[in-house]
């Protein structure tokens, strides 16, 4: 048979692999700023620019997207080239995705810490950037998919199917959660409201984790383990089971973020049961990987690469574990909303995908550069250092998160709660904060320690841009189909694979979508609850665009110590007119719900500027620059008319009107202030917040709730 | 060795932080987070586990009993015995084998998908399962029965039964109370901030015990005077109102700025 002979693409994934740990560093250390803010306010510098609540949803976004999206590229564009035995596609693809995500990163900062924010979690970037992300991530998906069909390889490896489900289901998680009516270039509405944005949205940040985060790097796994041990694959088997039950059964399990809110009943459910299905499924993956260490035990003795991924593997099978015990409601219902949480994504995130990407790190540089590492002892020490970080970090999350909870759920005996005062549950566990910072901290000392390890690997090294490898031509003729062994089939058909993979991920989202969209009685209205007004509305982007929603919920959960503290919890029929819903998914600070008309106006606005002197000792960055910003009001009557669009019910021609009713209403309460001694003008920022928080969860009190 | 040696010190930290919570102390924790933080030990059991596999001396005897242990529990074919299970394709360099799938994990996935089947049948077919709304319902009704049987073996304060406090202990608890909630407000002195002047002889809403009981129970909410009935037990309010009343005596520094008057003057608030 004849030979190719064709070369890799080795430049592309040096690019990737440089990016990684670039943003790595960056991503890492705004997690750490974020951190000491917690207990050191100060350190917000009193900059809006700067303040926790811009920074938070920068480090998300940048460890997810930047780092591990980064090193998810990097681990593709090396092993499908190996694995098709072929060039990648088309190389100007390559480093269109490559300099396309350089450049989405760059603004995603840029406007983060503008406060350009959709306030959705992990989909925060605005919709022009959103698009961007699309084309980019097609042409990455395009790239990827033609070079599977010109490979020389029969058959498609394991690692391929997880790739190519990936890029598949993050297409649709993407473009279904962003859909938008823009009012400017830096502002739009989401098109679902409330209850319906929540599912959307959840449904999007379950699988961001799932089809970002989990399948590509057990694809990764699968290549770089079996690579790095000279092991075997343990189970062919096992492969093709957990890979399709994964992809089906994770896409419904998006409900499980919101147990005991207002989303129907029957969808929560859903929400816990397939979180449950998913516990095999997901340890397939992590038995597939661990056993195929078997007779290679005293390698990962030896060898960092595979430390590393061992414990990424175990940390993988851990979170995996204990997200469907926090889907169970009882446990819920004691977690949610508290540091616990915080424990669990950093179990993943620390331990699953930084770990594996680090031994992939190690394992893919010397590779690129023809050489051995420069240090074995500093890997070591990375790892023990890295590891110790998780163990701080976690260990203090999860100490800080029953606390919370605990301090939160604790009545007296006369039926009062025993910590009704918010701040004093926060004080609590500002020890904890401290500990976490420590174990952040270790974290990033270990990655440093790789970065310079790996700097003078290359540096040893000589770098092959292009790796010249020869295969036999593919003989095009697919496997028939035959019963004994029925999926040689799709592993031989790129397409027909792509479209199956598309079926199984669709299929969850459109049960769960279609009646909570269509059927009436799932969120019933009610009679009261009336739209924003254009002040109350200009407030709501303000909160908004200072990332509020990053410590304060609005979702108070039928529990009688959340009633007790907060008030009638939360209806459906509440949210109605949310563009988006900001339910948050953590409590840093108290829910603010119900907060309209709990406190004064001249409080709120003491508290702005320096929360301390209404709740002394708070946490709360302070927000001078609301009391010196002008309220931009220009565009007004395109917001009103945008949400007109969305079936919001302003009465007709009411964007004509809408900035002489703002005017007025601002006044109304610059008055009230100004009588109060307070030196401030009708047209500031802070008026409109004011006004927002003033109108919070009122709707329900005015009238009797009708359902209908 | 050194390793195993680093690893019981991480876990035994990890153990001791576990352990603190438990001993938190007069929190009575749900019964589900008990049972999820017994799991959670028993995983770091297994890693701990995973972990000596990995290492044990090679050819030691009780690596090779572990080694048979895992076999049996997942029935795989011994790596010895591997090459009838190794496919001849390969991938890059990388082989496969066709070991059977571990029957333990098979069990896991089948008990898993049973339970959630019953799960959505208990709940949702038969209905016997409580919704949401039903479930805080009864936690509402079984808490306001546990307050019925506590009230009546304690006599509350209330607003009908509150008497004004005048010896120096309830004074000084009610002092404390002042401090954490209402000096935000009022001025360390009820001098008066946001919220009125405290220390002047004029009232707004009257200036007997049961009157000022009555506003830190009820609240001024369109004034923005919070209701502290929720926060507060009656006693406590009690002693908040009698410090608040006996307030004045209290000496101010020079340069605390009074709050100007408002309300009306009652000079001698009847006291009962």
């Known amino acids: 048979m004849q030979l190719d002979t064709f070369k890799y693409d080795n430049k592309i994934v040096k690019a990737f692999a440089i990016a990684t740990t670039i943003w790595g560093v960056v991503g890492m250390l705004v997690g750490l700023i974020i951190a000491l803010q917690l207990f050191i306010p100060a350190l917000s510098f009193n900059l809006e620019y700067t303040s926790f609540g811009r920074l938070r949803p920068l480090h998300t976004n940048a460890v997810i997207f930047a780092f591990i999206g980064n090193a998810m590229f990097m681990g593709i564009y090396y092993s499908l080239q190996r694995l098709c035995k072929s060039r990648m596609f088309n190389d100007t693809l390559s480093w269109i995705n490559f300099w396309g995500w350089q450049i989405i990163i760059v603004l995603a900062a840029v406007t983060f810490l503008l406060g350009i924010t959709t306030s959705k979690e992990y989909a925060e970037l605005e919709w022009p950037i959103d698009v961007l992300i699309a084309v980019v991530w097609v042409v990455f998906g395009a790239n990827m998919i033609m070079t599977i069909i010109k490979r020389r390889e029969k058959q498609m490896y394991v690692a391929i199917w997880f790739y190519i489900s990936t890029f598949v289901t993050v297409a649709v998680l993407h473009i279904v959660n962003s859909i938008a009516i823009p009012v400017d270039l830096v502002k739009s509405y989401p098109v679902y409201a409330g209850v319906q944005d929540a599912l959307v949205q959840w449904w999007y940040g379950h699988n961001a984790v799932a089809f970002f985060l989990t399948t590509p790097f057990l694809g990764l796994m699968y290549y770089f383990l079996p690579k790095a041990a000279n092991r075997p694959v343990y189970s062919y088997k096992l492969s093709i089971i957990h890979f399709w039950s994964l992809i089906f059964l994770y896409i419904w399990a998006g409900p499980h973020h919101l147990l005991y809110s207002a989303l129907p009943d029957w969808a929560q459910s859903l929400g816990t049961v397939f979180s449950i299905m998913l516990i095999a499924p997901s340890w397939g993956g992590m038995i597939n990987g661990l056993l195929t260490l078997r007779g290679a035990w005293d390698k990962v003795r030896e060898e960092p690469v595979l430390k590393f991924m061992v414990v990424a593997i175990t940390a993988y099978g851990m979170s995996t574990f204990e997200g469907p015990l926090l889907s169970l409601k009882g446990v819920n219902a004691f977690a949610h909303f508290t540091d616990w949480i915080i424990a669990h994504v950093h179990i993943g995130g620390l331990g699953w995908n930084g770990f594996l990407i680090f031994g992939i790190l190690y394992w893919i540089v010397p590779k690129l550069y023809k050489t051995e590492l420069y240090s074995k002892k500093l890997a070591n020490y990375h790892f023990w250092v890295g590891f110790l970080g998780i163990v701080f970090y976690a260990s203090a999350m999860y100490w800080s998160g029953v606390t919370q909870s605990l301090m939160w759920k604790q009545f007296t005996p006369t039926g009062l709660l025993q910590y009704p005062n918010f701040l004093e549950t926060v004080l609590q566990i500002v020890p904890m904060y401290i500990i976490r910072s420590v174990g952040g901290l270790l974290y990033i000392l270990g990655v440093l320690v790789m970065v310079y390890n790996l700097y003078k690997t290359m540096k040893q090294g000589k770098f092959v841009e292009n790796e010249e490898a020869q295969a036999p031509a593919l003989d095009k003729k697919p496997e028939k189909f035959e019963i004994s062994k029925p999926h040689k089939w799709i592993e031989t058909r790129p397409v027909q694979f792509t479209l199956l993979a598309t079926v199984a991920i669709l299929i969850g989202g459109i049960v769960e979508f279609i009646p909570t969209f269509l059927v009436k009685t799932n969120i019933p209205t009610i009679s009261s609850v009336t739209p924003y007004s254009p002040l109350e509305l200009q407030g709501r982007d303000i909160y908004i665009r200072e990332g509020c929603n990053n410590c304060h919920s609005q979702l108070v959960r039928p529990f009688r110590s959340e009633t007790e503290r907060y008030g009638e919890y939360s209806k459906a029929g509440e949210y109605v007119y949310d563009h988006p819903f900001l339910w948050g998914s953590k409590r840093t600070g108290p829910d603010l719900m119900r907060v309209g008309g709990k406190y004064p106006n001249q409080w709120h606005y003491h508290h702005m500027i320096d929360p301390t002197t209404m709740s002394p000792g708070s946490l709360m960055p302070p927000y001078p620059w609301l009391a010196n910003k002008t309220l931009e009001i220009s565009n007004t009557g395109t917001k009103i008319r945008a949400l007109q669009k969305l079936g919001v019910p302003y009465p007709e021609g009411f964007d004509q009107i809408a900035i002489d009713v703002l005017v007025k209403q601002a006044e109304e309460i610059a008055l009230e202030l100004q009588g109060q001694g307070i030196d401030v003008t009708a047209e500031k920022e802070i008026i409109a917040l004011i006004a927002y928080l003033q109108r919070l969860g009122r709707d329900i009190k005015a009238t009797p709730v009708v359902a209908n | ?272």
Not at chain 2, 101 to 106: D, E, F, G, S
Not at chain 2, 210 to 236: A, C, F, N, R, T
Request: proline share 3%; with cysteine; aromatic share 12%.
């Open chain 2, 1 to 272: 060795m050194r390793n195993i040696f680093k690893l019981r010190i991480v876990f035994a930290l990890v153990l001791l932080n576990f352990s603190n919570i438990f001993a938190a102390g007069d929190f009575d924790a749900d019964a589900y987070v008990n049972i999820a933080f017994l799991i959670f030990l028993g995983f770091l059991a297994l890693i701990t586990f995973v972990f000596l596999i990995g290492h044990s001396k090679s050819g030691s005897e009780e690596k090779a009993m572990l080694a048979t242990i895992l076999h049996k529990i997942n029935d795989a074919k011994p790596v010895e015995k591997e090459e009838e299970i190794l496919f001849d394709h390969e991938f890059d360099g990388i082989r496969e084998l066709d070991n059977n799938l571990p029957p333990w994990w098979k069990a896991l996935f089948y008990i898993t998908i049973i339970w959630s089947a019953a799960y959505l049948v208990y709940y949702h077919v038969f209905g016997s399962g409580p919704s949401s709304a039903e479930e805080y319902a009864n936690e509402v009704r079984q808490a306001e029965i546990a307050i019925a049987a506590y009230t009546k073996d304690n006599v509350l304060i209330n607003l009908s039964n509150v008497t004004l406090l005048t010896d120096a202990g309830a004074l000084s608890k009610g002092k404390i109370i002042y401090d954490k909630n209402c000096a935000t407000c009022h001025g360390n002195y009820g001098e008066g901030l946001v919220g009125p002047n405290l220390i002047d002889p004029n009232w707004i809403h009257g200036g007997g015990i049961k009157d000022v009981y009555k506003v830190v129970e009820q609240g001024v909410v369109e004034k923005g005077m919070i209701s502290w009935k929720s926060l507060l037990s009656g006693k406590e309010m009690q002693e908040v109102s009698s410090y608040v009343i006996n307030m004045k005596n209290n000496e101010v520094p020079a340069g605390v700025v009074l709050k100007p008057a408002q309300g009306d003057i009652i000079v001698e608030p009847e006291s009962e």
